[in-house]
């Protein structure tokens, strides 16, 4: 099971129908996180539910649907957002996207083993602001 991405009419389904379900309790599961971002064109802002692992300096975040993703083009244009886990939110900055293994690296505590057993390619490390 080599990485694999997961298809686009899925994140489309999933921005419309899953998103706003999993935006009530994502900013509370262990590994979910909401990330509140702005649009690059529109200036709106979003609320994206994402699965976030934890890291020594900020958070690895993984790239089911690959790296075109709006949110990652948000952030990288803004230099950043807010991410909201656990209860609490806090500022990350500075996109960096990595293979799944160099972001596996980051990743702290027992969900490592867990990250590295994940079929996707790639992810993006985020710093805490």
Same mark, same amino acid.
Request: charge should be positive; aromatic fraction near 8%; hydrophobic fraction near 40%.
């Given at each position: 099971?080599?990485?694999?991405?997961?298809?686009?009419?899925? %994140?489309?389904? @999933?921005?419309?129908? &899953? @998103?706003?379900?999993?935006?009530?309790?994502?900013?509370? !599961?262990?590994?979910?996180?909401?990330?509140?971002?702005?649009?690059?064109?529109?200036?709106?802002?979003?609320?994206?539910?994402? &699965?976030?692992?934890?890291?020594? +300096?900020? =958070?690895?975040?993984?790239? &089911?649907?690959?790296? +075109?993703? +709006?949110?990652?083009? @948000?952030?990288?244009?803004?230099?950043?957002?807010?991410?909201?886990?656990?209860? $609490?939110?806090?500022?990350?900055?500075?996109?960096?996207? =990595?293979? $799944?293994?160099?972001?596996? %690296? !980051?990743? &702290?505590?027992?969900?490592?083993?867990?990250?590295? $057993?994940?079929?996707?390619?790639? %992810?993006?490390?985020?710093? $805490?602001?």
């Amino acid at each position: 099971m080599d990485g694999m991405q997961l298809p686009q009419w899925l %994140a489309r389904f @999933n921005r419309h129908v &899953t @998103n706003p379900i999993q935006r009530m309790w994502a900013g509370w !599961a262990p590994t979910m996180g909401i990330l509140t971002h702005v649009g690059r064109r529109s200036g709106r802002p979003y609320r994206t539910p994402l &699965t976030v692992f934890s890291t020594q +300096d900020g =958070v690895a975040v993984l790239l &089911t649907y690959g790296p +075109d993703r +709006d949110w990652l083009k @948000n952030i990288t244009a803004a230099g950043g957002g807010t991410m909201r886990r656990h209860g $609490r939110s806090f500022p990350v900055t500075d996109p960096q996207v =990595v293979s $799944r293994d160099e972001a596996a %690296a !980051a990743v &702290t505590g027992v969900m490592r083993a867990v990250f590295t $057993r994940l079929p996707f390619e790639s %992810a993006v490390l985020l710093r $805490r602001g």
